[in-house]
């Protein structure tokens, strides 16, 4: 409103009403200065609502969603393992270098997806699988996988497309997909299903039926596949992502997901479908936008240890993203800014970390300007199982120099942040990232599964469905 009456008041000022002092033959002279007005009213007009745009999406507008997909937390096996990057990473081919000395794999998030249909019209198989914001393409357990570890699960039944109504072959660039998640490795023919998440019902969804696992990555994690929802320029082959189809066929008001990792296992956590759930956050949920839609990066201005600046040393000094990966369980450092990240923090009594300083990452939110989230030492400290001893929860992480260099957020930052992932209207560039702090063990608004139980017919109309 006030902008509409500065406008207005830029007329009158610029452009007074013909009197007088503009009759011919200064009629000409009145037309000038009118022109002249209306030149700077729209220069005026422009900015008004460019600053009207940008507060509008600088904060996310909290509409609710639409449905809310359970996680369960995986609780710590109870055993202390050396891992490289194990499940703590499931960032794909862009890593060139990643070691970590994290002991004791905390646990992991997993939600519940339909596969295929069935007689009945139910889903022919129930998936457990993690979503992950820092990979794109689908990958379901299947019984082409016989080997170890697919074999150690005996009384555990796998995707067969043979009992599925829905299933087709991969008519593009057929044959096997070979992917690298941090040390493990995944192989796998393509095919082609309808995928349920809660109430949407995504039809003809290529994926990858997992014939082999190789790596300490799945042998430690029990799961049943791994839902990309990252762009679809890291997909491999171009197969169309999850959240692309999502997109294209209208199942969200609005094309976005959120996460609330809650850091207690014995609480439930969830995904949220097309918005937000307001008691799960500290308003407002600021808006960041993606530099780089390959992942979901953010622009990186600094990143401060108190009031001292992270510089790195080398390539280090560019860093200047952060990735928001919800398949990474901790944060990620380059070499050198993870030697200075640790010098500072060193392992200790837990009762010794209290007065280890913040980590701020500083950000470039949608207005182009700074803005700074915090993260204690209760969230990037970490204890082992008996509580005594706590270390930073950080790995050190090199990204191609495409993409990189680069710093995640993985999970440990999540417990503590709610995060938004945004696509605007579709297109990878509209794509935003909201973060928010969590509200900490809040239970999320987990609504009931509607009834999937499609007709036989339903089921047949959706096998011969050649629509998208």
Not at 352 to 357: C, G, K, L, P, T
Not at 390 to 397: E, G, S
Not at 421 to 432: I, K, L, M, N, Y
């Amino acid at each position: 409103r006030g902008g509409v009456l500065g406008l207005k008041r830029l007329w009158a000022q610029r452009c007074p009403r013909l009197s007088a002092e503009f009759r011919p033959p200064l009629h000409a002279s009145w037309l000038m200065r009118c022109a002249s007005a209306a030149a700077a009213l729209a220069a005026a007009a422009a900015s008004v609502l460019t600053a009207a745009y940008q507060h509008e999406h600088e904060f996310h507008q909290e509409h609710e969603a639409e449905h809310t997909t359970p996680l369960k937390r995986r609780p710590s096996a109870g055993r202390r393992v050396q891992v490289q990057v194990g499940v703590n990473s499931l960032l794909t081919q862009d890593i060139v270098n990643v070691t970590t000395e994290l002991r004791d794999m905390l646990s992991e998030y997993t939600g519940r997806i339909g596969v295929g249909t069935s007689q009945s019209g139910e889903p022919a198989f129930w998936a457990q699988v993690v979503f992950d914001t820092g990979s794109t393409n689908l990958w379901v357990a299947s019984v082409l996988c016989t080997a170890y570890p697919c074999s150690s699960s005996k009384a555990k039944r796998f995707y067969d497309p043979e009992h599925s109504l829905t299933q087709e072959p991969y008519s593009r660039n057929g044959g096997d997909i070979d992917i690298m998640f941090g040390t493990g490795e995944l192989k796998g023919p393509l095919h082609v299903d309808t995928y349920r998440v809660g109430p949407m019902v995504v039809k003809k969804q290529p994926f990858a039926m997992i014939r082999e696992m190789d790596g300490e990555v799945f042998e430690s994690f029990p799961f049943e596949g791994i839902l990309g929802l990252g762009f679809r320029s890291l997909s491999f082959a171009g197969i169309e992502p999850f959240f692309d189809r999502v997109i294209q066929q209208k199942l969200l008001a609005s094309n976005e997901f959120a996460f609330y990792l809650n850091a207690d296992s014995s609480q439930p956590s969830a995904l949220l479908w097309g918005g937000v759930d307001k008691d799960l956050y500290e308003p407002p949920i600021q808006m960041f936008p993606v530099v780089q839609p390959h992942y979901w990066a953010l622009e990186l201005v600094e990143m401060k240890f108190g009031n001292m600046s992270l510089t790195g040393t080398g390539a280090s000094r560019k860093v200047k993203r952060v990735i928001v990966d919800s398949g990474t369980t901790y944060f990620t450092a380059p070499s050198d800014v993870y030697s200075e990240i640790t010098q500072r923090t060193p392992e200790a009594k837990c009762s010794r970390v209290n007065d280890y300083a913040p980590l701020t990452y500083v950000l470039r939110n949608v207005r182009g300007r700074r803005f700074e989230i915090v993260v204690t030492q209760e969230t990037y400290m970490i204890s082992n199982e008996e509580g005594e001893i706590c270390r930073p929860a950080f790995m050190k992480l090199d990204v191609s120099k495409k993409y990189g260099p680069a710093m995640i957020l993985g999970e440990v930052f999540m417990r503590r942040f709610f995060t938004v992932f945004s696509r605007g209207d579709g297109s990878p560039e509209q794509a935003r990232v909201g973060i928010a702090r969590a509200r900490m063990g809040v239970r999320p608004k987990v609504r009931k599964r509607k009834s999937s139980a499609f007709s036989l017919q339903a089921a047949a109309l959706m096998r011969h469905d050649s629509g998208g």
